[in-house]
């Protein structure tokens, strides 16, 4: 960090959350920009916290300086092995998007100083809410994990506490995927193989399993010309067909019992598809035609028979076929012990969910499961926000889990 940072002592209340919820929402952190100033703000809380701090930094496609982090805070007393929890890793993305058509709270939800400046990246609070770009995905988990270390005494910890931020989630979870290959505390992290809590929003029920993504584009090149010649080669008669079989393949993805789950909500591979060929005049033949494909994947569901079919079909008819990269589902065993003790703790149930998170990114840790504050319906949208007493029950409930993995409590 190129100069010293401000930040506050967390105390573990409530009102030191909401403080520092809305640091959080002060830091434009839309995927399309920097992340680092907010990962380094998160550095500086951490390491007064007593943590020892791994930082990568990496440039995404574009150029733009991304930062990723692992934080960990080791027990300061020896716990014999046999005895030791297991310890527990947090992890959230500091990343949110966009907020160009912001409306944010309701006008006679504003005090004055509030109504003073209502952009989306500051935070207005209300009786009851905290509005703000990423208020509820997922900077408001992030200040409730916080604000539950802030409550644990460092002195009692006898299992370690790892806390990790990651860029790009919402734009192909490639900040996971670069923490993965280039950062050596989270082959440490790997090698512990904590309980491991995702921290996106929902409603702090135990998501023990989500879906993947996974699609590809296809190409088809032809020449433009006018088209009362014979000079031009449309693409879009090459690419026809090919739409032809993403229709069939889409229809036996909601048909064909094999590729399906019924766990899942919708139960099916959520196959979906567009074309362009980027022509507005009719008398030019299109030079090029562009389809693409994304699908949800599902656990112990084989969707590479459908892709290889497309692509199968694609090189019949001289089309390029270029996969887009995506993540894997998340699945772990809804009856194993620490997602029955998380479930109890949290007071909540246990479900799958259909969106993915870096979870699918992290298929070397076996004790995964996403719970966090806030509803994914306030995710994204315009007024984004997360309830007060949401917030609350994150912070106890990441406390109490706190207590059961990394104190033996």
Same mark, same amino acid.
């Given at each position: 960090?190129?100069?010293p940072?401000?930040?506050?002592?967390?105390?573990?209340?409530?009102?030191?959350?909401?403080?520092?919820?809305?640091k959080?929402?002060?830091?434009?952190?839309?995927?399309?920009?920097?992340?680092?100033?907010?990962?380094?703000?998160?550095?500086?809380?951490?390491?007064?916290?007593?943590f020892?701090?791994?930082?990568?930094?990496?440039?995404?496609?574009? &150029?733009?300086?991304?930062?990723?982090?692992?934080?960990?805070?080791?027990?300061?007393?020896?716990?014999?092995?046999?005895?030791?929890?297991?310890?527990?890793?947090?992890?959230?993305?500091?990343?949110?998007?966009?907020?160009?058509?912001?409306?944010?709270?309701?006008?006679?939800?504003?005090?004055?100083?509030?109504?003073?400046?209502?952009?989306?990246?500051?935070?207005?609070?209300?009786?009851?809410?905290?509005?703000?770009?990423?208020?509820?995905?997922?900077?408001?988990?992030?200040?409730?994990?916080?604000?539950?270390?802030?409550?644990?005494?460092a002195?009692?910890?006898?299992?370690?506490?790892?806390?990790?931020?990651?860029?790009?989630?919402?734009?192909?979870?490639?900040?996971?995927?670069?923490?993965?290959?280039?950062?050596?505390?989270?082959?440490?992290?790997?090698?512990?193989?904590?309980?491991?809590?995702?921290?996106?929003?929902?409603?702090?029920?135990?998501?023990?399993?989500?879906?993947?993504?996974?699609?590809?584009?296809?190409?088809?090149?032809?020449?433009?010309?006018?088209?009362?010649?014979?000079?031009?080669v449309?693409?879009?008669?090459?690419?026809?067909?090919?739409?032809?079989?993403l229709?069939?393949?889409?229809?036996?993805?909601?048909?064909?019992?094999?590729?399906?789950?019924?766990?899942?909500?919708?139960?099916?591979?959520? $196959?979906?598809?567009?074309?362009?060929?980027?022509?507005?005049?009719?008398?030019?033949?299109?030079?090029?035609?562009?389809?693409?494909?994304?699908?949800?994947?599902?656990?112990?569901?084989?969707?590479?028979?459908?892709?290889?079919?497309?692509e199968?079909?694609?090189?019949?008819?001289?089309?390029?076929?270029?996969?887009?990269?995506?993540?894997?589902?998340?699945?772990?065993?809804?009856?194993?012990d620490?997602?029955?003790?998380?479930?109890?703790?949290?007071g909540?149930?246990?479900?799958?969910?259909?969106?993915?998170?870096?979870?699918?990114?992290?298929?070397?840790?076996?004790?995964?499961?996403?719970?966090?504050?806030?509803?994914?319906?306030?995710?994204?949208?315009?007024?984004? $926000?997360?309830?007060?007493?949401?917030?609350?029950?994150?912070?106890?409930?990441?406390?109490?889990?706190?207590?059961?993995?990394?104190t033996? &409590?």
């Amino acid at each position: 960090m190129p100069h010293p940072i401000e930040v506050p002592v967390l105390d573990g209340t409530l009102a030191s959350a909401i403080d520092t919820l809305a640091k959080l929402i002060s830091f434009p952190s839309v995927s399309a920009k920097s992340n680092v100033e907010i990962t380094d703000w998160c550095a500086a809380l951490l390491s007064q916290m007593g943590f020892t701090l791994w930082p990568s930094e990496y440039r995404d496609e574009r &150029g733009v300086a991304k930062a990723n982090l692992v934080a960990v805070r080791k027990p300061t007393r020896a716990t014999p092995p046999s005895d030791a929890p297991l310890g527990l890793a947090y992890f959230c993305h500091t990343d949110v998007v966009p907020a160009k058509k912001w409306i944010g709270a309701p006008a006679n939800a504003n005090d004055a100083a509030n109504a003073a400046a209502p952009g989306p990246f500051h935070a207005v609070v209300t009786e009851d809410r905290i509005y703000g770009r990423g208020a509820c995905d997922m900077k408001g988990s992030l200040a409730a994990m916080l604000s539950a270390v802030a409550r644990l005494d460092a002195d009692r910890q006898t299992a370690p506490i790892w806390i990790v931020c990651t860029a790009d989630e919402e734009v192909g979870f490639s900040g996971a995927k670069h923490l993965v290959d280039h950062c050596d505390g989270y082959r440490d992290l790997v090698r512990a193989d904590p309980v491991s809590i995702i921290g996106e929003p929902t409603e702090m029920n135990v998501v023990y399993a989500h879906k993947g993504i996974q699609g590809f584009t296809v190409h088809s090149q032809g020449r433009a010309g006018h088209s009362a010649t014979n000079y031009g080669v449309n693409a879009n008669e090459a690419m026809v067909p090919m739409l032809v079989k993403l229709l069939e393949l889409c229809r036996r993805t909601r048909e064909d019992t094999s590729l399906q789950d019924d766990r899942f909500d919708p139960p099916v591979l959520s $196959w979906n598809f567009g074309v362009s060929d980027h022509s507005n005049v009719v008398n030019i033949t299109p030079q090029r035609s562009d389809a693409w494909v994304s699908l949800r994947t599902m656990p112990q569901v084989d969707h590479t028979v459908l892709i290889a079919e497309a692509e199968a079909t694609a090189g019949q008819l001289g089309l390029t076929l270029t996969p887009i990269p995506g993540c894997d589902p998340m699945w772990t065993d809804p009856d194993c012990d620490f997602v029955s003790t998380l479930q109890t703790i949290a007071g909540t149930r246990s479900q799958t969910v259909c969106y993915a998170t870096d979870g699918g990114v992290l298929g070397e840790l076996s004790r995964r499961v996403v719970i966090g504050p806030g509803s994914i319906a306030q995710a994204h949208t315009v007024d984004e $926000w997360i309830a007060i007493d949401q917030l609350q029950r994150g912070i106890d409930c990441y406390e109490k889990a706190l207590r059961f993995w990394c104190t033996g &409590g």
